[in-house]
C-alpha cells in the first residue's frame, strides 16, 4: 500500500515562511512526477508546483518568486518551501505524485491527506 504523509502546515504572519515536507512511504517501485495542490474554502483545488525526478520544476504564476518545490528521491520525500507569504496563500496544502507501486505495471496518482496553512494579516 503506497501512502503520502505530508508535514509542516501551521499558522504564519504576512511575510513569514513555511516548509512542507510530503514522504512517499510502501511498496513502491518508482515515482515519477510530484507536486503540491492547494484549496481554499470555496474555491477548486489549483496547482501550486511540481518537480519530475530529475529536478524540473513548473510552478503557478502566483507561487514564482516565492515558492520552492525540491525532491529528495532518497528519501522519497517532496518539499515545498514558502516564502513571503500572503493571505492569499490561505489553503489546504494537498501532495501528489505519480507513482508506480511494486504491483502495478504503471504510474497512478496519489495524494496526501492536506494540511492547512493560515496566513493572518
Known amino acids: 500500500q503506497v501512502q503520502l504523509v ?3 502546515g501551521g499558522l504564519v504572519q504576512t511575510g513569514g515562511s513555511l516548509r512542507l515536507s510530503c514522504a512517499a512511504s510502501g511498496s513502491i517501485f518508482s ?3 510530484m507536486g503540491w495542490y492547494r484549496q481554499a474554502p470555496g474555491k477548486q483545488r489549483e496547482l501550486v508546483a511540481t518537480i519530475d525526478s530529475g529536478g524540473n520544476t513548473n510552478y503557478v504564476d502566483s507561487a514564482k518568486g516565492r515558492f520552492t518545490i525540491s525532491r529528495d528521491n532518497a528519501k522519497k520525500t517532496v ?3 514558502m516564502n513571503s507569504l500572503k493571505p492569499e496563500d490561505t489553503a489546504a496544502y ?3 505524485a505519480s507513482i508506480r507501486p511494486l504491483t ?3 504510474c497512478g496518482p496519489y495524494w496526501g491527506q492536506g494540511t492547512q496553512v493560515i496566513v493572518s494579516s
Open 104 to 106: 502495478m505495471p504503471s
Open 79 to 81: 518539499y515545498l518551501q
Open 31 to 33: 515515482i515519477a512526477r
Open 94 to 96: 494537498y501532495c501528489w
Open 6 to 8: 505530508e508535514s509542516g
